[in-house]
């Protein structure tokens, strides 16, 4: 089973109509019509207007949204596995990735990834795929937590922010973590079976 992720850093539908990159997500497993996406907003707390624009950017295809309480629903694995993409918004990282590890989602994820279910996130939703992070809190400060390991190494999005670079930069220098990918808001990474195939520009 193949096995996809697409780490976008900035962009797509939050901040674009018909966004590159969010046609290039939808291209990749497009074998029938319309796809079965859903979005999980776990990384803003499950912020209305962000899930009501992912319905406006993917209304043509099957949209859905998954809530943090729906992580704990009997059925959930069910449900994320009959999905063909399962997209994961921007925001606080720690916070989302705390949230799935206590509600056990992170091995539904897992699983579904296993299972070929396509994972795609933007910022938070793209670091969370590798081994290590490294972003704020939520005081606003900068540190290092594990991410799911889906991938090696770490990814830093919005690289060409000067604080988030420097700060991602002097931990980096001190850390033996390979690969590191720090990625500027138009640049996204496209793996296949944990191995980076393609770096889309947009």
């Known amino acids: 089973m193949e096995r996809t992720i697409l780490a976008i850093s900035g962009g797509g539908f939050s901040v674009e109509d018909h966004a590159f990159i969010d ?15 859903a979005f999980l907003a776990t990384a803003s707390h499950d912020a209305e207007g962000y899930i ?4 406006t950017a993917f209304k ?12 704990e629903s009997p059925s959930i694995q069910d449900v994320v596995n ?19 590890k206590k509600t056990g989602f ?27 992070c490294y972003s704020e809190n939520d005081v606003e400060e900068y540190e290092e937590f594990p991410g799911l390991g889906l991938l ?18 002097e931990w980096a220098s001190s850390q033996n973590i ?19 195939v393609a770096k889309i520009t947009t």
């Not at 295809?61 to 992580?71: F, G, N, R, W």
């Not at 390979?178 to 980076?196: A, G, S, V, W, Y």
């Open 52 to 55: 009501d624009a992912f319905y």
């Open 178 to 196: 390979n690969p590191l990918f720090t990625l500027e808001d138009n640049e996204n990474l496209h793996f296949i079976n944990e191995k980076l």
């Open 152 to 169: 090696k190494g770490s990814f830093c999005p919005h690289y060409n922010n000067e604080k988030r670079r420097n700060a991602f930069n």
């Open 60 to 71: 043509s295809e099957q949209p859905s949204h998954i809530t943090i309480q729906d992580l």
């Open 106 to 132: 992170d091995y539904v994820l897992r699983n579904a990834y296993e299972n070929g279910v396509i994972l795609a996130g933007i910022s938070a939703g793209a670091m969370c795929w590798f081994e290590t």
């Open 23 to 37: 046609d290039y997500l939808l291209k990749i497993p497009r074998n029938q019509e319309p796809l079965k996406i």
């Open 82 to 100: 009959s999905l063909d993409i399962l997209y994961v918004g921007g925001g606080d990282t720690k916070f989302m990735l705390d949230v799935w």
